[in-house]
């Protein structure tokens, strides 16, 4: 990653909360692994409005699918909804459309908070990976503050 667009003391901080988000996903036992879709949020489903699937929700866009935890791929819904501020009762609503067709284990759903910031790792390593492109404007301090402004508000004590 384009750590060295940061300044050192964010460089550091982003390091080490890599690292403590690293440990506390070590640290869970028992996470459930699925195929993921990788990019879960609402603006890759479309809710059929006819045909033998009217009123289920039709999934697109698996270029990041592939073998992970259930907890990441819920998270990145939660994680589009925090970013657009979207508020919760979608996240509730769509955790209630899940359960009605699968069940989900307590320790992955508690887990979800702790895969939000991992998933904006994602994004801010897509957007240095993307810095010829579309410039260094993105790759801020504004990305580290969200996940830490997270791990302080959701995380702590409860995963870190």
């Not at 769509?94 to 359960?99: D, N, Q, S, T, V």
Request: with cysteine.
């Amino acid at each position: 990653m384009a750590l060295g667009l940061l300044d050192i003391d964010a460089a550091k901080s982003l390091t080490d909360l890599a690292s403590r988000l690293s440990s506390s996903v070590t640290a869970i036992d028992a996470l459930t692994w699925v195929s993921c879709h990788g990019d879960c949020h609402g603006g890759n489903a479309r809710i059929a409005k006819d045909g033998p699937l009217k009123g289920q929700a039709i999934f697109f866009d698996f270029d990041d699918g592939g073998p992970g935890y259930l907890a990441y791929d819920l998270a990145v819904f939660l994680w589009s909804l925090t970013l657009h501020g979207s508020g919760f009762a979608l996240w509730h609503a769509f955790i209630e459309g899940y359960r009605s067709v699968r069940s989900i284990n307590p320790i992955d759903f508690e887990a979800t908070h702790l895969f939000v910031p991992i998933r904006h790792f994602w994004l801010m390593g897509n957007y240095a990976n993307k810095t010829s492109e579309w410039g260094s404007e993105l790759v801020t301090t504004r990305q580290l503050e969200y996940m830490l402004k997270w791990e302080r508000e959701k995380l702590v004590p409860s995963f870190l």
